[in-house]
Each structure stands twice: as structure tokens, then as C-alpha cells.
């Protein structure tokens, strides 16, 4: 006889897993009442009613240098979640993204019998395509978030679902600018920049001092130009406010933000933006990007080997090709950056026709994710 209520572990590892986590939660939710949820995840997923065992913040840690500093703790979790999830067993186990910490999780628990679920699937078909055999041993059922990602896993015999992409269901269709940029008094005429240095504090560490010098370059060649700079945290906004300060940038137009991201990318001409999930939300508000990033060196050249595409991020990447600049590690220099915005937001037909190419992957992505998600897991628990 099935239990009275299922509990599903689940575990996220930065933001954009947290928002993942919330709405598919709220999901499984509605088919399912009686379902209680444990494991890491953001305030969002706290909020949907998680049982949080550790900080996500844990978890947010980026590149093979990075994770080495946090190696001890970030193991440690790992185990004590395993020994946890072992000695009461969840009905099901579900791991957002964060791979490196997931499958090995997943691994574990389902050799003792535990149905494991991984959402978002790592990017095999970018680099680290041999992972696919760790996956097949790790993963009962795959929840893939773009359409070229399925062929891979029924290929390798893993039972895979495309759901679309949950961003895709959220971002209007057509972002009402205008509204927007009324909203944040910005005149209809203005050079608007947004400036996205990524979620993580590493991230903005080593970009904020380079889009701060990109913005006074810019600021040379468009003089009433603004700037907006969006910060996921109080930390990440210190960061960015200390790179002001020793930049001696204080006189630049540029308004730091808490949140607040997506308003920014609707009123700008052109986004300077962090690789990673970030670059698709300025495709789906149809917005022309600049994508850079920049890493520690070591980090850099182990990441490079080991890639099997020209591109890095996920607009390029599901177009199948160069739709928006990339200038990353040594190429995101200021001056590189800088001429790239301008010559972007200078060209009207460019940016009518990425409006367009972006339309087409909005629609595309559009699949009503996280309800599919839940369709495709539901199975799992209906089990005894």
C-alpha cells in the first residue's frame, strides 16, 4: 500500500535551479496534494514549501579552481545527504541541474533502489560528452529543457521528456518596452545599457571592473548614454560598488539595481551579459546581447579542451550558430566589448532581425515546462 503522502528530495544549486525547483514543485503540486518536498534549494523553493537541509549558496560555487577551495564542505554535504536520503528513503529523487554535485548523489541512491530524476540536462553535447554513460548508470528519467537534447538520451537508451524551457513560459511574447521604460522614467530616446555580471560573487569579481571600464568607453562614443547594473545579492552589489569606487567611476550614469533583471534588459538598446542562463533571458525579451565571460586562467584552459563547440552561449548555441557576439576570457577587453555594443545597438536591420530569430526560439521553447515536467513524474509516484 502506497504511503498516504510522498516525499520528494529534490536539490538546486543557484538561482536559476531555485526558480526551476519553485515552479515545478507548485506542478506536481496540483496533481498531487499530498507530496512533501526536502532537500537544498532558494528561498523560492523554500517558499513553495521545501524542507531546506542546507543553503543553496552552498552549492553556487563556479570553475574547477573554485570548487577546489570548497571541495571538503561541498563533499561532506553530499554525504551527509546520502546517508540521509538512504536511511529514509524518498519516494523520489529529483536533481536541478548542478551536475557535478547531482550525479553522484543520483548515482548512489539509485543503486539502493531510489528512482532519481535529473532536471536540465548537463551539456553534453557542448563538452564532457563521455558523461553520458555516468548519466545512464545515475538517471531513471531525464527532463530536458531544449529539443536537440532528447535524440541524445533515447540514443543512449535513458528515458528522456523535453519540457520546454520554463523561462519561455514566464517572458511575455512581447515585452512592453515603452510601459517599461515609462515606469523607470528613462526618455524614449536614450542609449540604454544593461550591465549583467552574473549571479555568482566569483562572477563579479572578475567582470566588474571590465564592464565598468566598458561603460566609460561606451559613454565616449554615446554621451547620454545610461547604464543599468542588475545585482542578484547585497554582496554582489558591494563587489560592484567597490569596482566603482577604485575605478574612480562615480561620476558615470550607471544605477545598481536589486534585482530587477529583467526590467532592465526590456528598457536597454543593448545588454552586455555574463555567459550562462542569463543570455537566453535577453533572447526570450528579445533583446540584442554582447556575451562575455571571463575565469581564472587555469579554470579557462581545462574548460577550453575539453568543449566541442565554437560557442558558448545558449542563444548561439540553439541556433546552431553565431547569432549574437561572444568575447570571452582575452577577448573581453573594454575596448573589444564596447565597440561590439555600439555597432550592435547602431544597426537597426541587425536588431530587427534578432528580434525576429528570437521570436521564433521563444516559441519554440514554449512547451508549458513545468506542467510536463510533472505529467512526465507523476508515474514515479503513483507506484507503491
Do not use: C
Request: cysteine-free; proline content about 7%.
Amino acid at each position: 500500500m502506497s504511503k498516504a503522502i510522498k516525499t520528494i528530495a529534490m536539490v538546486a544549486g543557484e538561482a536559476s535551479g531555485d526558480m526551476l525547483g519553485s515552479h515545478l514543485m507548485e506542478a506536481i503540486k496540483q496533481l498531487m496534494p499530498n507530496v512533501r518536498f526536502v532537500g537544498i534549494g532558494g528561498p523560492k523553493m523554500q517558499s513553495a514549501g521545501m524542507e531546506v537541509l542546507y543553503p543553496m549558496e552552498k552549492l553556487a560555487v563556479m570553475g574547477y579552481i573554485e570548487v577546489l577551495r570548497h571541495y571538503r564542505e561541498i563533499v561532506g554535504i553530499r554525504r551527509r545527504l546520502r546517508e540521509k536520503f538512504i536511511s529514509d528513503p524518498p519516494d523520489l529523487f529529483i536533481g536541478i541541474d548542478a551536475p557535478d554535485f547531482n550525479l553522484d548523489l543520483e548515482l548512489s541512491l539509485k543503486q539502493r533502489g531510489i528512482t532519481t530524476v535529473h532536471y536540465v540536462s548537463p551539456s553534453i553535447w557542448a563538452w564532457r560528452g563521455e558523461r553520458i554513460h555516468k548519466i545512464k548508470r545515475a538517471v531513471s528519467h531525464m527532463l530536458a529543457l531544449f529539443p536537440f537534447e532528447a535524440p541524445l538520451y533515447e540514443q543512449a537508451g535513458i528515458p528522456v521528456t523535453y519540457v520546454g524551457h520554463p523561462l519561455a513560459d514566464i517572458m511575455p511574447d512581447v515585452p512592453n518596452r515603452a510601459a517599461m521604460r515609462e515606469q523607470m522614467r528613462i526618455q524614449p530616446h536614450t542609449k540604454v545599457f544593461a550591465l549583467l555580471p552574473g549571479s555568482r560573487q566569483s562572477e563579479v569579481r572578475q567582470l566588474a571592473r571590465i564592464y565598468i571600464d566598458t561603460a566609460k568607453l561606451i559613454l565616449q562614443k554615446l554621451p547620454d548614454a545610461q547604464f543599468l547594473v542588475p545585482l542578484a545579492t547585497r554582496e554582489t552589489r558591494n563587489i560592484f560598488e567597490e569596482a566603482i569606487w577604485f575605478a574612480d567611476a562615480r561620476d558615470l550614469p550607471i544605477t545598481l539595481l536589486f534585482g530587477h533583471a529583467h526590467d532592465a534588459m526590456i528598457v536597454a538598446d543593448g545588454v552586455l551579459v555574463a555567459s550562462g542562463t542569463a543570455t537566453l533571458e535577453a533572447a526570450l525579451l528579445k533583446r540584442p546581447m554582447v556575451i562575455t565571460y571571463r575565469m581564472p586562467a587555469l579554470s579557462w584552459w581545462l574548460m577550453k579542451r575539453k568543449k566541442y563547440q565554437p560557442y558558448v552561449g545558449l542563444p548561439n548555441i540553439i541556433a546552431g550558430k553565431f547569432v549574437v557576439p561572444e568575447l570571452l576570457q582575452h577577448d573581453a577587453t573594454p575596448e573589444n566589448l564596447s565597440q561590439a555594443l555600439v555597432n550592435l545597438v547602431s544597426n537597426k536591420k541587425a536588431v530587427s532581425e534578432l528580434e525576429d530569430k528570437f521570436s521564433d526560439m521563444h516559441a519554440m521553447l514554449k512547451q508549458g515546462a513545468a506542467q510536463r515536467a510533472a505529467q512526465a513524474l507523476i508515474p514515479y509516484l503513483n507506484t507503491p
